[in-house]
């Protein structure tokens, strides 16, 4: 019945649809992961990773491939696309791009570890569950194993909404980023030279009609600037790490939370980079066995 279910749309609608039944048995040989190169394969189940991204979920592992994926990097939002894999189909369109780590999105189901296809066959991403991940992304990580950054996080308009204030300076919360090595600063741009970047790379951006050169380093996970001073916290914002010199001083430990930045509340860990995206003194609030202790970080 499921397979039955899949294959309705091919059927049924034939005039409405194209015929993805080709692109069904081209890849009929993939399964639990997708080879990228004649000895890695990608999978979002986390196995033996080689490389593991927490901000996309692929996991690269070893494998021996007799043949691997070629992928087509210019695929059009509203294109017929289907996810494939064996004895799986789901036929619709592409249609929301990525937009920095969010997924790009077809239309239905991405069954996870399976091809994004468009109507020729043309391998454009890998299938996440949710979403995928285009192919240029892909190739980037398993060839590198990380991402580069630049210091600086932006939404789709290209405004900066928190930043390193210890690695690129003279920002303020909501610049806007205009250009980016003398191109039109945008989502796909950012990838490309930043997201997409090697490590010690310069890149120019043009803030505000500012240029300002920089040179890439790779992304770390959870980061915030209070690693500076030995703090590191997850997406709870409860501290994982903390330096020993803050532990003998406050008497805190791992496990304490933060609660405030400067006396005011926070609740997500975006609203801590936020707020700790400023060069001036930051007092953290933090809760520790039912203690709250402010700590100034200077």
Request: a positive charge.
């Amino acid at each position: 019945m499921k397979k039955l279910l899949f294959f309705i749309p091919l059927f049924l609608f034939a005039s409405a649809f194209p015929d993805f039944r080709p692109c069904l048995e081209k890849y009929s040989y993939i399964k639990n992961s997708v080879p990228v190169t004649k000895t890695k394969s990608i999978t979002f189940d986390k196995l033996d990773c080689i490389n593991y991204d927490p901000f996309t979920g692929m996991c690269v592992i070893k494998h021996k491939n007799k043949k691997f994926i070629r992928f087509f990097k210019n695929p059009k939002l509203g294109w017929w696309a289907a996810s494939v894999k064996k004895n799986e189909i789901y036929v619709g369109n592409f249609a929301k791009d990525e937009v920095f780590f969010n997924p790009a999105l077809l239309s239905v189901k991405s069954a996870k570890n399976s091809v994004i296809t468009d109507m020729f066959c043309r391998a454009i991403g890998i299938g996440k569950g949710e979403g995928f991940i285009k192919g240029d992304m892909v190739l980037h990580f398993v060839k590198y194993g990380y991402w580069g950054d630049a210091g600086i996080e932006a939404d789709e308009d290209m405004k900066i909404v928190s930043f390193d204030p210890f690695y690129i300076k003279g920002l303020h919360l909501g610049d806007k980023i205009l250009k980016i090595n003398g191109k039109k600063a945008t989502p796909d741009i950012f990838e490309k030279y930043i997201i997409q970047g090697i490590q010690g790379k310069k890149v120019v951006l043009n803030i505000n009609g500012k240029n300002i050169k920089i040179s890439l380093r790779k992304k770390k996970y959870l980061f915030t600037p209070l690693e500076y001073f030995g703090i590191k916290v997850n997406k709870n914002m409860i501290i994982t790490k903390l330096s020993e010199r803050l532990k003998k001083r406050y008497y805190i430990k791992e496990g304490a939370k933060i609660i405030k930045i400067n006396g005011s509340k926070i609740k997500t860990f975006e609203e801590l980079k936020k707020a700790v995206s400023t060069y001036k003194n930051v007092t953290i609030s933090v809760l520790d066995d039912g203690i709250l202790i402010n700590i100034p970080l200077r």
